[in-house]
């Protein structure tokens, strides 16, 4: 079944107009979500909105936005007064620069949509993705749409482009405020580290090595209610604080190797693919071992 575009937009590249269809590119039932319901009958439940002062329900109707600009204190605006502040959409992606891609940390992603050319578009659509992986560099642009403006990275994939929107400078907290206690490194640690970390490395990210398993485990256990069947309750076990035994580092990382070093030399069956194992080493953190590669 062909993917269905959320909008058309036009993408301006200097005096080049492209015209595009933008696509989710979320996949349609991919996760797990519940649905709050009353315990007595079964029913589906509605949020309501309860004034704090009255203690009384207020319906839509009687409901105003206001900023609160000082504690408990608010100005309050009018649904015309929150529309003449909206952003005008113009169905443009308007391009400001380009910039090398690897300049943009992904710290500033936010949602991702595929783009792809609409009627009489092809040709300058194609040209600008050449162009982006010619120079290996992507495009910043500005978007408006839903009454805001959005910027918006233009970067090329395999055989098409991604809008990723981003967020603004003040939206990103600055990691100058996270406290990040410094340590030294001693050589032979670091050799030790590196070495590790070459062990179980792999030449590119494959997201089919990887699963949810939490929502296999509610995907089964909801099957299982459906037909009827009970689920186990494991007993509750308490969850580590973090402050686990304290080891010596250097024979947590030569332990590992060794750990990883003989899965990776244990035999594999034909037909039967290795399972990922997972290696943990004290201040460095888990880490994820692969099946080696025929």
């Known amino acids: 079944m062909a993917a269905r575009s959320l909008a058309s937009l036009t993408i301006s590249f200097?005096?080049?107009?492209?015209?595009?269809?933008?696509?989710?590119?979320?996949q349609s039932g991919g996760g797990v979500s519940f649905n709050y319901l009353h315990k007595d009958c079964g029913s589906r439940l509605k949020q309501q909105y309860v004034c704090i002062k009255e203690d009384v329900r207020v319906e839509r109707a009687d409901m105003v936005k206001g900023f609160e600009f000082a504690k408990d204190q608010y100005v309050t605006f009018e649904?015309?007064?929150?529309?003449?502040?909206?952003e005008k959409g113009t169905g443009t992606v308007e391009i400001t620069e380009f910039v090398p891609e690897k300049e943009i940390d992904p710290l500033y992603y936010e949602k991702a949509y595929y783009v792809a050319p609409?009627?009489?578009?092809?040709?300058?659509?194609?040209?600008?993705?050449?162009?982006?992986?010619k120079t290996h560099r992507c495009a910043l642009a500005r978007w408006a749409a839903r009454g805001k403006q959005y910027l918006v990275q233009l970067r090329p994939m395999e055989n098409g482009l991604i809008m990723q929107q981003l967020r603004y400078s003040d939206e990103v907290k600055p990691v100058s405020e996270i406290?990040?206690?410094s340590a030294?490194?001693?050589?032979?640690e670091l050799d030790?580290?590196?070495?590790?970390?070459?062990?179980?490395s792999a030449d590119a990210f494959n997201p089919a090595d990887y699963e949810d398993a939490v929502k296999n485990r509610i995907t089964e256990a909801v099957e299982k209610k459906?037909?009827?069947?009970?689920?186990s309750i494991s007993p509750a076990v308490p969850e580590s604080g973090?402050?686990?035994?304290v080891i010596d580092l250097m024979d947590a990382l030569r332990g590992s190797l060794a750990k990883t070093t003989k899965a990776r030399q244990a035999p594999v069956k034909v037909g039967e693919r290795k399972p990922p194992k997972r290696a943990t080493v004290s201040g460095i953190g888990p880490a994820r071992a692969r099946a080696a590669r025929r």
């Open 118 to 133: 609409d009627k009489g578009g092809a040709k300058p659509y194609a040209l600008l993705a050449e162009g982006m992986r």
């Open 226 to 231: 459906v037909q009827g069947k009970e689920i």
């Open 242 to 245: 973090g402050e686990g035994k």
């Open 14 to 26: 200097g005096l080049v107009s492209i015209p595009v269809k933008i696509f989710t590119t979320a």
């Open 192 to 200: 030790l580290a590196v070495k590790l970390i070459e062990q179980i």
């Open 179 to 181: 406290e990040i206690e």
């Open 79 to 86: 649904p015309d007064e929150l529309k003449e502040l909206e």
């Open 184 to 188: 030294p490194v001693k050589a032979a």
